[in-house]
């Protein structure tokens, strides 16, 4: 089989080598206090086995900004974030660059979110912004079906190949963490995605959420994080990653053992979301290697 291997976290990598106080930017704070980081941690994916860098654009989002008063740094960040990818891929001499946008609004918030109308043109504006870098885009930690069919129409506009990554609850994996179904996100796929992804939930209700993606006939994947779950402090507007709390068993081996298992229900695409890093990624490599998978 061949299976593609995303990398793992990034903010959360991030921010435990920078070993700042996190705030509500998040990863965009560390690039900025710290550049040349994240080029390395995409570099240390690529040693790890990860066939694609996910640029650290998630939380590069106007709204963010605003709040924190650097709207008017958008573009410049968004050029920093992609050529310090591309600057990793270079140096491995393969792989692939996957321009990434996170939901506007906040994540896990589509109470949050804006209407369809105003949040497509700036899914739209980040997509084009990263795409003379990009091979594809992925859109991540959709929460809701309307979510979803904002990122996709706007991201889709730009015309690379589009990967779509919902989350879902930590306790029931066949519902958005909106609590719609989330077979109800299925239709929306039809627009032009080339893939579909299930992230940023716990490995444990993976296989639930690969059983109802796997439907679309579209190549699917997981990508889990490993905090104990999603307090309803970090919900609260301004938050910050102090708010979550990694889990004390969810290492390079048992998430590998959670990873390997999603084969069995479609997935052809792994990886890791926050709380995972190079250890993790060169373990699934290791395993899927050992068992005559192929790597693409």
Not at 38 to 49: L, P
Not at 113 to 122: I, K, N, S, W
Not at 272 to 291: D, S, V
């Amino acid at each position: 089989m061949q299976v593609t291997l995303l990398d793992g976290g990034m903010g959360q990598e991030l921010v435990h080598r920078a070993g700042d106080p996190p705030t509500p930017l998040w990863s965009t704070q560390v690039m900025m206090d710290h550049p040349g980081l994240v080029q390395q941690v995409h570099a240390d994916y690529f040693a790890a086995g990860a066939t694609v860098a996910t640029a650290n654009t998630y939380a590069l989002l106007r709204d963010r900004l605003k709040v924190a008063g650097i709207e008017g740094r958008y573009e410049e960040l968004i050029d920093a974030a992609m050529r310090e990818a591309v600057a990793a891929r270079t140096a491995h001499g393969s792989g692939r660059i996957a321009g990434c946008t996170g939901p506007l609004g906040g994540s896990y918030r589509p109470d949050n979110h804006p209407a369809t109308a105003e949040a497509v043109p700036l899914y739209a504006e980040q997509a084009r912004l990263m795409a003379p870098f990009a091979d594809l885009m992925i859109a991540e930690t959709a929460a809701s079906v309307q979510m979803a069919q904002a990122m996709s129409e706007g991201v889709l506009s730009a015309g690379r190949p589009f990967w779509l990554a919902v989350t879902v609850d930590d306790t029931d994996g066949t519902r958005l963490r909106s609590g719609e179904p989330l077979a109800d996100v299925l239709p929306v796929l039809r627009d032009g995605a080339a893939a579909v992804l299930v992230n940023c939930s716990v490995p444990e209700v993976m296989p639930a959420a690969l059983d109802i993606v796997s439907r679309s006939g579209l190549p699917c994947g997981a990508y889990a994080n490993a905090f104990t779950h999603i307090t309803e402090d970090f919900r609260r507007d301004a938050s910050t990653v102090e708010a979550l709390s990694a889990r004390s068993d969810m290492g390079p081996l048992d998430y590998a053992d959670h990873a390997l298992s999603w084969l069995d229900h479609g997935a052809t695409i792994l990886g890791g979301c926050c709380e995972t890093g190079p250890a993790h990624i060169a373990e699934i490599a290791r395993r899927l290697t050992a068992a005559g998978h192929e790597i693409v």
